[in-house]
């Protein structure tokens, strides 16, 4: 489905989307030094979009990540690192999809708790979650010293959307919940075949553990002894048996041909 619609929409795709909201976020980030309150008017809330303040539909993805220009630098580099990296992998058109469909998705569920607020922040979470899925060894070096591999940043972001959507109230759920949903519409059915794999896997390993040993390797089909009962005996093999009989020595050339 993918293919066809870059067919036939491809030309109106956006290059350089991730740029594009950091370059808002820096100004809006500039903006709130001298003005606090213009963070307020951006923040989408859906029952002040109602009233007619419909700018809050797109300004609210380039809200600032915060008021420390030190942690803000941090988020912009990171993002734009990953955004520019999947946007490479997956080509200009594709990473547009990506985008678009969280940001509706976030819209549409925002109007069903009109009176909370709604950030970028788990919207551009997925840039992330993506990207670490992607690249799961790929090194982070936390304060620019600790190196940390990203998928265990992943895990325990994906921890923390688990326990908000379990403990938070309906808005953070409803807001989790479509930030999470272009992550699993480009990877869940890749994420769903790797756990049958896993499963798989699993069960061949617990069939394999439960699986009693075998009693003996080579057995005497005339007087039945075996390796266990006699370790220091050798066995041989008929071929002129129709089947893979073993012998001891004493039997090997003195027994009746199956």
């Not at 309150?37 to 797109?58: C, F, Q, W, Y």
């Not at 790929?138 to 600790?146: D, K, P, Q, S």
Request: proline share 5%; net charge positive.
């Amino acid at each position: 489905m993918l293919n066809e619609l870059e067919r036939k929409f491809g030309r109106f795709a956006v290059p350089n989307v991730t740029l594009i909201l950091i370059i808002g976020q820096v100004l809006m980030f500039v903006a709130a030094q001298s003005q606090p309150a213009i963070l307020g008017n951006m923040v989408l809330i859906p029952s002040k979009v109602m009233d007619g303040e419909i700018h809050r539909l797109l300004t609210f993805m380039i809200m600032p990540p915060g008021d420390h220009l030190l942690w803000a630098f941090f988020f912009w580099y990171l993002f734009y690192l990953m955004g520019t990296a999947l946007e490479l992998f997956w080509g200009t058109f594709r990473y547009n999809v990506f985008l678009l469909i969280g940001y509706v998705a976030t819209v549409a569920t925002a109007f069903i708790t009109p009176d909370q607020p709604v950030t970028n922040i788990f919207l551009k979470g997925t840039v992330f979650l993506a990207f670490a899925y992607l690249n799961p060894n790929f090194e982070l070096r936390l304060m620019f010293i600790l190196p940390v591999k990203i998928k265990w940043m992943a895990i325990f972001a994906w921890i923390m959307y688990f326990l908000g959507f379990v403990s938070g109230p309906l808005s953070v759920k409803l807001t989790i919940a479509a930030s999470v949903l272009n992550f699993f519409v480009f990877f869940g059915k890749d994420v769903l075949y790797r756990m049958k794999s896993g499963q798989r896997q699993m069960a061949g390993q617990a069939r394999r553990f439960s699986e009693k040993p075998p009693e003996y390797f080579h057995k005497c089909e005339v007087c039945g002894i075996t390796d266990k009962t006699d370790p220091k005996m050798d066995f041989r093999y008929c071929s002129q048996c129709t089947s893979n009989y073993g012998y001891c020595t004493d039997h090997i050339r003195n027994h009746e041909h199956a």
